[in-house]
T-cell receptor, first 113, second 114 residues
Framework: GAGVSQTPSNKVTEKGKYVELRCDPI?????LYWYRQSLGQGPEFLIY????????DSGLPNDRFFAVRPEGSVSTLKIQRTERGDSAVYLC???????????FGPGTRLTVL | AQSVTQLGSHVSVSEGALVLLRCNYS??????LFWYVQYPNQGLQLLLK??????LVKGINGFEAEFKKSETSFHLTKPSAHMSDAAEYFC????????????FGKGTKLTVNP
């Protein structure tokens, strides 16, 4: 079956612009996670959704970052007033239920010029 | 708070040699432990995980790991390396019955020489 998909695969933007990154989880998975992977580092947790609600957003670095999952399926990570330090690969994962194995998408590589 | 330390950002082995990738964790409560592999330009793929029960865990592609509570370790091994094992490997921890988020180490890049 289809895995987790993320679009776009690459996004180049200018400092100060707004970007949206999309994640399509595996069908039927109720839990969805966003991570950020900077160069040479392991993935760092950003936010976790159980259904439509954000159950844990403790990893969001500041209020420029926001994520939604309005229908409990697709999720969008939104970054306002992008900064060069936001450049990273943004990973999405989903699991059947919370605490089950997380399946990762290929990521979106964001470059802020 | 949990943390993960992977000793050695780069490991190089010869084809057919033993692979040993080290992972130590810090957790105030019993952890769940994971190893993920990342091939170039691909997403993370689960190799194996420890939750409860048997401390020696077998995963895909001939890899295994042993949970040693006394050493707070979860090292990954494979008896004989194959060229296709070249990739980056990440150890991760989460809390049993607690937060579902994964805390990752910085990763170890494995090179397999012919």
């Amino acid at each position: 079956g289809a895995g987790v998909s993320q679009t776009p695969s690459n996004k180049v933007t200018e400092k100060g612009k707004y970007v949206e990154l999309r994640c399509d989880p595996i069908s039927g998975h109720t839990a969805l996670y966003w991570y950020r992977q900077s160069l040479g580092q392991g993935p760092e947790f950003l936010i976790y959704f159980q259904g439509t609600g954000a159950a844990d957003d403790s990893g969001l670095p500041n209020d420029r970052f926001f994520a939604v999952r309005p229908e409990g399926s697709v999720s969008t990570l939104k970054i306002q007033r992008t900064e060069r330090g936001d450049s990273a690969v943004y990973l999405c994962a989903s699991s059947h239920e919370a605490a089950d194995t997380q399946y990762f998408g290929p990521g979106t590589r964001l470059t802020v010029l | 708070a949990q943390s993960v330390t992977q000793l050695g950002s780069h490991v190089s082995v010869s084809e057919g040699a033993l692979v040993l990738l080290r992972c130590n964790y810090s957790s105030s409560v019993p952890p769940y432990l994971f190893w993920y592999v990342q091939y170039p330009n691909q997403g993370l793929q689960l190799l194996l995980k420890y939750t409860t029960g048997a401390t020696l865990v077998k995963g895909i592609n001939g890899f295994e790991a042993e949970f040693k509570k006394s050493e707070t370790s979860f090292h990954l091994t494979k008896p004989s390396a194959h060229m296709s094992d070249a990739a980056e490997y990440f150890c991760a921890v989460s809390l049993q019955g607690g937060s579902e988020k994964l805390v990752f180490g910085k990763g170890t890049k494995l090179t397999v020489n012919p």
